[in-house]
T-cell receptor
Framework: DSGVTQTPKHLITATGQRVTLRCSPR?????VYWYQQSLDQGLQFLIQ???????AKGNILERFSAQQFPDLHSELNLSSLELGDSALYFC?????????????FGPGTRLTVL | GESVGLHLPTLSVQEGDNSIINCAYS??????FIWYKQESGKGPQFIID?????DKRQGQRVTVLLNKTVKHLSLQIAATQPGDSAVYFC????????FGTGTRLQVFP
């Protein structure tokens, strides 16, 4: 158990809908990262937050957004969903926002768009 | 472009044998690499890391080798066990993790 929690574990929805994925980092970790894992694209970095502020952006679509709240939990919002958005979404946390800090991954949310 | 890639998609080894999983990278400025293990239904789990000022690092039953000349790193698992069956990713850590495509390690009795 990494100490990172993600909810829900599974999510099934229809095209055009909007969903919110939630992540709670390990106790004491200030940085949260979101990754998408799909069969054709592999594991890809989406976005990073550090202590409530956006720190880095990766291959995140404009239809996707995220935020980190004062209690350090984070939410990833996916809107206007398409079939291709079906994937595993992982959250990771680290103590700081520095690149040399180990990232601990949550169990993921499996999103299926029908 | 920048990429981190793996040579083989699947590696099958017999229990007790040593496993070697390879990874190539393209950015010569890369200086920090991490190996992750992902079991079915779980998130990636840190195994071992190495920085560019080293060419070898050992952990418990695992060794990572880094060859900066040819931009290649490998993960060696000694005395492979059934519990080692998983997908293994190399990743470059530059604040964000850039993952390779992964190698599935299958251990058979």
């Amino acid at each position: 158990d990494s100490g990172v929690t993600q909810t829900p574990k599974h999510l099934i929805t229809a095209t055009g809908q909007r969903v919110t994925l939630r992540c709670s980092p390990r106790s004491g970790d200030l940085s949260v990262y979101w990754y998408q894992q799909s069969l054709d694209q592999g594991l890809q970095f989406l976005i990073q937050y550090y202590n409530g502020e956006e720190r880095a952006k990766g291959n995140i679509l404009e239809r996707f957004s995220a935020q980190q709240f004062p209690d350090l939990h984070s939410e990833l919002n996916l809107s206007s969903l398409e079939l291709g958005d079906s994937a595993l979404y992982f959250c990771a946390s680290s103590a700081s926002g520095r690149g040399d800090n180990e990232q601990f991954f949550g169990p993921g949310t499996r999103l299926t768009v029908l | 472009g920048e990429s981190v890639g793996l040579h083989l998609p699947t590696l099958s080894v017999q229990e007790g044998d040593n496993s070697i999983i390879n990874c190539a990278y393209s950015n010569s400025a890369s200086d920090y690499f991490i190996w992750y293990k992902q079991e079915s239904g779980k998130g990636p789990q840190f195994i071992i890391d190495i920085r560019s000022n080293m060419d070898k690092r050992q952990g418990q039953r695992v060794t990572v080798l880094l060859n900066k000349t040819v931009k290649h790193l490998s993960l060696q698992i000694a005395a492979t066990q059934p519990g080692d069956s998983a997908v293994y990713f190399c990743a470059e850590n530059r604040d964000k993790l850039i993952f390779g495509t992964g190698t599935r390690l299958q251990v058979f009795p």
